[in-house]
């Protein structure tokens, strides 16, 4: 069975612009959480969606926001990055809102120059 | 003072020794209680589940947890190399995974 998968590994961007991060939840999951994990800062969490609704967000910025589509796979859009978005970004997936079994993805990390 | 306190290491041990891992926390109302392990530029795994009080075993990994003194741990026996990486705590109040709270992690070296 594939575990959850996530893409890009790795993008650079620079302060200002746009970055969008995608993850695939395992098979048969209907939630999905982003997660920040900054050096020194432990796991940060910032979205969970579920069936295709936002259903919680951490405490973060709205330039923070991100969508769940009808495979339930879901995107992560930072805008106006800033150097302290610098992180991995993490996305977990559980079989569904009342499941706290999470089952987490490789990450992306963002780099912000 | 944060919910989950952890403390963040480095924790090196020899190859075979037992390793002991701890998180204490302030809300009373936990009840899900999870180890994930976590190696360097990887995301973090899912080692250990538990709900409430007790011991629960699997392989050389037992997680315990003492609501009453608010206090879980992780043991490893025979701790091997390939058991180095950073070890997260978390816990949550609901079976819902929404409101999972994790700890900042330690970071376990085993020397051959």
């Known amino acids: 069975e594939a575990g959850v998968t996530q893409s890009p590994t790795h993008l650079i961007k620079t302060r200002g612009q746009q970055a969008t991060l995608r993850c695939s939840p395992i098979?048969?999951?209907?939630?999905v959480y982003w997660y920040q994990q900054a050096l020194g800062l432990g796991l940060q969490f910032l979205l969970w969606?579920?069936?295709?609704?936002?259903?919680n967000r951490g405490n973060f910025p709205p330039r923070f926001s991100g969508r769940q589509f009808p495979n339930y796979s879901s995107e992560l859009n930072v805008n106006a990055l800033e150097l302290e978005d610098s992180a991995l970004y993490l996305c977990?997936?559980?079989?569904?809102?009342?499941?706290?079994?999470?089952?987490f993805g490789p990450g992306t990390r963002l780099t912000v120059t | 003072q944060k919910e989950v306190e952890q403390d963040p290491g480095p924790l090196s041990v020899p190859e075979g020794a037992i390793v002991s891992l701890n998180c204490t926390y302030s809300?009373?109302?936990?009840?899900?209680f999870m180890w994930y392990r976590q190696y360097s530029r990887k995301g973090p795994e899912l080692l250990m589940y538990?709900?409430?009080?007790g011991n629960k075993e699997d392989g050389r990994f037992t997680a315990q947890v003492d609501k009453s003194s608010k206090y879980i741990s992780l043991f490893i026996r025979d701790s091997q190399p390939s058991d180095s990486a950073t070890y997260l705590c978390?816990?949550?109040?609901?079976?819902?995974?929404?409101?999972?709270?994790f700890g900042s992690g330690t970071r376990l070296s085993i020397r051959p």
């Open positions: 978390a816990m949550s109040e609901y079976s819902s995974a929404s409101k999972i709270i």
């Open positions: 098979s048969g999951h209907t939630s």
């Open positions: 969606y579920d069936e295709g609704e936002e259903r």
């Open positions: 538990t709900y409430s009080s």
């Open positions: 977990a997936s559980s079989l569904d809102r009342s499941n706290s079994r999470q089952y």
């Open positions: 809300n009373s109302a936990f009840q899900y």
